[in-house]
């Protein structure tokens, strides 16, 4: 007879971390231009659309627009300019 004590548990990996997207904010506004996002002004209100271009100032041009305010879609435009002192946040809207 074995009275050799239970072999320990065998040791499992832990899995990787997650993968960080790492990079600036500035590579992220370059990676979203010609691709839908969504503006967040300081008022509340989105905007919704594709972004055509911007500048250092955060001022925002987007094509085929929708304003929401408060979840429900108010306005459509065919282009809309933001000045950047309103923006609170730009996000993508679609997959990077």
Same mark, same amino acid.
């Given at each position: 007879?074995?009275?050799?004590?239970?072999?320990?548990?065998?040791?499992?990996?832990?899995?990787?971390?997650p993968?960080?997207?790492?990079?600036?904010?500035?590579?992220?506004?370059?990676?979203?231009?010609?691709?839908?996002?969504? @503006?967040?002004?300081?008022s509340?209100? /989105?905007?919704?659309? @594709?972004?055509?271009?911007?500048?250092?100032?955060?001022?925002?041009a987007?094509?085929?627009?929708?304003?929401?305010?408060?979840g429900?879609?108010?306005?459509?435009?065919? /282009?809309?300019?933001i000045?950047?002192?309103?923006?609170?946040?730009?996000?993508?809207?679609?997959?990077?």
């Amino acid at each position: 007879m074995d009275d050799s004590p239970p072999a320990p548990p065998a040791e499992q990996t832990p899995p990787p971390p997650p993968v960080a997207h790492s990079g600036s904010p500035t590579d992220f506004l370059k990676g979203v231009v010609g691709k839908r996002v969504i @503006v967040r002004l300081n008022s509340g209100v /989105d905007y919704r659309g @594709v972004l055509s271009c911007l500048d250092g100032y955060m001022n925002i041009a987007l094509e085929q627009t929708e304003e929401h305010v408060n979840g429900n879609v108010t306005n459509r435009y065919g /282009d809309a300019f933001i000045r950047g002192n309103n923006v609170l946040y730009i996000s993508a809207d679609e997959a990077l």
